[in-house]
């Protein structure tokens, strides 16, 4: 039932563009939804994309615009027109054409603005376009349908049949005072079972969630999962209602936040996707390796001041990468388990302390488990000096991994630095270049010792 | 306006619970929504907890059991009676009732659904729990408003004042035929601006998203994020109308499946949160740590062999660490681009060439950056042999951890296992065993030629 993109199907389509056969390319995108279209034309060279795209009706090609890659996107409009462009934003939901125009120049907003022939649409998005990034303001739509106070359901019914044509979706009717501050809400439901002569204010919900402009997405997204809200309104400095925020906006800020976290994990430091031009990939990647090699080459120096007892004792050198995995894969695990829980919140943020020891004691537990086993295995294959010193310097760097990666995630978290960013290449390389440390040290000891 | 928990507020909640302070308590809670109260509850001790809920009015107690941790809801209950339990589902949503009674023992489940007062909630509920987790059908809930095709807008306002009783939010009235066939939807605000005489076949929409009770919870989130639907109908083998999946249930999918995605890549196998026993933690650990610890092994018999070398040139072991880092640290980069490209299906099954391709070059070039960097590094820092034998080994290395992230995480995917888990410990420590081998093969035929 659900569309599925394959090769087969895009070279059957280039086919029809090629031929300049517009029925039959009709024809195949008929059964279409926009999400699906937009997922083609992503694959489509710029040139393809803009016939394809021409030849949409009016109320499919605002729709497919919006579900386009952003730079997919950038390229069509590039070919637009500005009249053209503000055809386009003319049929979008305010929220949806003000995220449009603001990834135009500067230069040509104006320009586009000018050419919308809605006035008050027009007037929405220059509002929208205002509000910084990442805040409800940036998020919410100003199509909502609201009444006041002291009006009859009979009255209200009459408003929303006035209002409605600007809202595609109505979830709820909000209520505002005579100075438009929002004082709650009316389910659809309530409306439609209430005596037509019962007044809005006898009826209405009082006590509703809802935000400020200046709230974060973040915050907004937390509220929204936390109360499963499907719509949540918008004041203003002044508690007047001035917009509202759908869900499936957040949804989308969920995933994102998700896919940027992964990213910053896995040492990637820009966003990006595989369809990414590759010096755009590689340009992500190599800040990463490069602390990667930074720290490699302390590790090499660091051995290298042991470059004598390497020559006495060679099999000192066959358990390095083994020190260093362990004490990387323990530090990754541990902040995997701290971003996690500040990401959701299930992390008071006072309980630092407390979750130290947690992970301490972990630690401890697979410590212990890890460096008998090594130290049976060492004792076998070598002997007991190396045996003593290898799960020795095993048990310590994974205590100490424990530790790191509970302690570098948090603190990065109270001075506001994406702790996601401290689970990737840093930990790791902080790991290494500890374990390796504490290893030679060890060995040094007992070699010395004994 | 958000709640935020903090110790100081749950000391004093502790307070009037050793004091039996009920009064104090409930003063306490009452600004309270019933998320907040349950995030208070999941760190109280279970006497504590137990105290608390009791304390709860009827309509909030449900709602505060639902949004508890699943452990803590688990212990909660088994202080219940079967008959207690049944009195806290009757109030519930159909879908959050069965996931509540399929967490407990089977012998008490049937036992349980005989007290619920309300016969269609029992029969709903024992419906829903017999679909498969992780389908359409146990996501849904019963609880719907439907109409026949036939009807009028009056009539159809009339059935819904009827049916609306067991429905809290509505967003969409379903259309189904004489055989109970789905056949289309009225959205609320059409009904409201209809003609009360117009027949409902007339207005509906015939045009829209379904899934059927077998369909997975994958799937399901991606159609109703891919065409932002707030509430999704499900039907039977047959196409009749049998529940409904709305938005908020699929944001905990959606989220839960990042959760774990992250987890697999920290290489944790078990699904465990940082509030969870520290033998649970732990033993969710030690797998990947004890694969980590194999490759570490079998590195250390690669570097065995090697034995001699070492004596005569202990400098190779300098560079061992940056090796196996930047082999891990590369193999990771790539795996993440995949991984997230699989989850956000960004990628079409039949590419995988051009994916390699593009995922070699992107290696190629920042093979070339880091090879040269290190290069002139270890030639100012020790000689030329050293430095070609380990430049060449990275960029090699590079090359083979592109290739290999690429590679195993789309054949997990096409072998139906979860690509994540090839994203973290095994692809760290097949790089680390692969780069080490690659290293020393290299070092040996430079300086036995040379």
């Known amino acids: 039932m659900q569309f599925e993109l394959t090769t087969e199907y895009l070279d059957d389509l280039r086919q029809s563009i090629e031929t300049k056969n517009a029925d039959r390319l009709l024809l195949q995108l008929q059964e279409l939804y926009a999400p699906d279209i937009a997922e083609i034309i992503n694959q489509l060279r710029d040139s393809e994309a803009a016939y394809i795209y021409e030849l949409l009706d009016e109320d499919t090609a605002p729709n497919v615009l919006l579900e386009l890659d952003d730079d997919k996107r950038e390229r069509l409009l590039a070919t637009f027109s500005s009249k053209q462009i503000a055809?386009?934003?003319?049929?979008?939901?305010s929220d949806d054409a003000a995220?449009?125009?603001?990834?135009?120049?500067?230069?040509?907003?104006?320009?586009?603005?000018?050419?919308?022939?809605?006035?008050e649409q027009a007037s929405d998005i220059a509002e929208l376009i205002n509000y910084d990034e990442?805040?409800?303001?940036?998020?919410?739509?100003?199509?909502?349908?609201?009444v006041y106070g002291f009006e009859t359901v009979n009255a209200c019914i009459e408003e929303i049949r006035k209002q409605a044509d600007n809202v595609d979706v109505m979830y709820a009717v909000y209520v505002v005072d005579n100075n438009e501050k929002l004082i709650g809400m009316l389910s659809l439901k309530k409306l439609i079972i209430s005596h037509p002569l019962a007044r809005i204010e006898e009826i209405h919900e009082p006590d509703l969630q809802f935000v400020k402009t200046s709230t974060t997405s973040e915050e907004v997204a937390e509220i929204m999962q936390k109360y499963d809200l499907v719509v949540l309104p918008v004041v203003d400095q002044l508690g007047r209602l001035v917009g509202r925020i759908t869900i499936d906006d957040v949804v989308d800020v969920i995933r994102e936040t998700a896919d940027e976290n992964i990213q910053r994990?896995?040492?990637?430091?820009?966003?990006?996707?595989?369809?990414?031009?590759?010096?755009?990939l590689s340009r992500a990647r190599i800040p990463w390796l490069l602390v990667g090699m930074c720290g490699g080459?302390?590790?090499?120096?660091?051995?290298?001041?042991?470059?004598?007892q390497i020559k006495i004792h060679p099999e000192m050198a066959y358990?390095?990468?083994?020190?260093?995995?362990?004490?990387?894969?323990?530090?990754?695990?541990?902040?995997?388990?701290?971003?996690?829980g500040l990401a959701n919140n299930t992390l008071l943020g006072d309980q630092i302390?407390?979750?130290?020891?947690?992970?301490?004691?972990?630690?401890?537990?697979n410590g212990i488990i890890c460096s008998l086993l090594i130290c049976g295995y060492a004792f076998v294959i070598e002997d007991w000096k190396l045996a003593t010193t290898v799960s020795l310097a095993l048990f310590t760097v994974i205590l100490c991994a424990s530790f790191l990666g509970t302690f570098v995630p948090l603190t990065m978290n109270r001075f506001k630095i994406n702790p996601a960013l401290a689970t990737g290449p840093f930990v790791t390389t902080l790991n290494d270049i500890i374990g390796i440390t504490i290893y030679f040290i060890m060995g040094r000891l007992l070699y010395t010792l004994f």
Not at 87 to 93: A, F, G, K, R, T
Not at 136 to 146: D, I, N, R, T
């Open 87 to 93: 055809e386009q934003l003319d049929n979008m939901d």
């Open 99 to 119: 995220d449009v125009i603001s990834e135009l120049p500067e230069s040509i907003q104006e320009e586009v603005l000018s050419h919308i022939e809605d006035i």
């Open 134 to 146: 990442g805040t409800a303001g940036s998020l919410m739509a100003k199509e909502l349908v609201s």
């Open 265 to 280: 994990m896995s040492g990637i430091s820009d966003d990006v996707d595989s369809n990414d031009r590759l010096w755009r």
């Open 297 to 308: 080459i302390v590790g090499s120096r660091i051995i290298g001041t042991y470059e004598e």
């Open 319 to 340: 358990f390095i990468p083994l020190i260093g995995a362990m004490g990387g894969n323990v530090g990754v695990q541990s902040s995997a388990i701290i971003v996690q």
């Open 353 to 365: 302390s407390s979750k130290l020891l947690k992970e301490l004691g972990v630690g401890f537990i």
